[in-house]
């Protein structure tokens, strides 16, 4: 299995403001995605990040708003840029394991908007 | 598309009775079909996969899958429920042949009461 940590675990930022959030994976992966899981919600694709390209991007979210990168196998960031409220969210990096079935997901980051 | 119901959002059990959380899929290939569980200010945890093979899947906790291909269902069972079973299950599906990002259901609260 493979562990995954995240950084920061929560914040609290002004509107307009920028946020990167960090993910390491305890080895090395195929694939890594960018999850989001707003208050009382189900969790929604943002990305499929992908090691030395550009992100694949799901309906609704774009490169300019959260750029992705994933400079190696076990380590990928996902900045929200000019925040406002409504990202407010629970931000999770997933990685998916050598067996090519289970995912593995990180502990999440609370971003709060003010 | 592939999608995930949970037709219900709560699901009200007393201790030491079965319970059943819901879940069916659509999807166009072969189902990938997987359960999550989420306790309070957590990350994800992984709970069991149906991917091939017998229709009873047996996971952690005690808990276990029944796959229906017939009516798109992967329901999720325990025979005797704990109080500390109680959190927020989400049922999730992939295409076997398809791309590896899950779709996830909107998620089942299970409050087991004492």
């Known amino acids: 299995s493979a562990v995954i940590s995240q950084k920061p675990s929560r914040d609290i930022c002004q509107r307009g403001t920028s946020l990167t959030i960090q993910c390491q994976v305890d080895?090395?992966?195929?694939?890594m995605f960018w999850y989001r899981q707003q208050p009382g919600q189900s969790l929604t694709l943002i990305a499929t990040?992908?090691?030395?390209?550009?992100?694949?991007?799901e309906s609704g979210f774009v490169i300019d708003k959260f750029p992705i990168s994933r400079p190696n196998l076990t380590f990928s960031t996902l900045t929200v840029s000019n925040m406002s409220p409504e990202d407010s969210s629970i931000y999770l990096c997933?990685?998916?394991?050598?067996?090519?079935?289970?995912?593995?997901f990180g502990p999440g980051t609370r971003l709060t908007v003010t | 598309a592939q999608s995930v119901a949970q037709p219900e959002d709560q699901v009200n059990v007393a201790e030491g009775n079965p319970l059943t959380v819901k879940c069916t899929y659509s999807v166009s290939g072969n189902p990938y079909l997987f359960w999550y569980v989420q306790y309070p200010n957590r990350g994800l945890q992984f709970l069991l996969k149906?991917?091939?093979?017998?229709?009873l899947v047996k996971g952690s906790y005690g808990f276990e899958a029944e796959f229906n291909k017939s009516q798109t269902s992967f329901h999720l069972k325990k025979p005797s429920a704990l109080v500390s079973d109680s959190a927020l299950y989400f049922c999730a599906v992939r295409d076997g042949a398809g791309r590896r990002a899950l779709t996830f259901g909107s998620g089942t609260r299970l409050q087991v009461q004492p």
């Open positions: 080895s090395q992966v195929t694939m």
């Open positions: 990040a992908n090691q030395g390209s550009e992100a694949t991007y």
């Open positions: 149906y991917i091939t093979g017998d229709n």
């Open positions: 997933s990685a998916l394991g050598d067996s090519d079935y289970e995912q593995y």
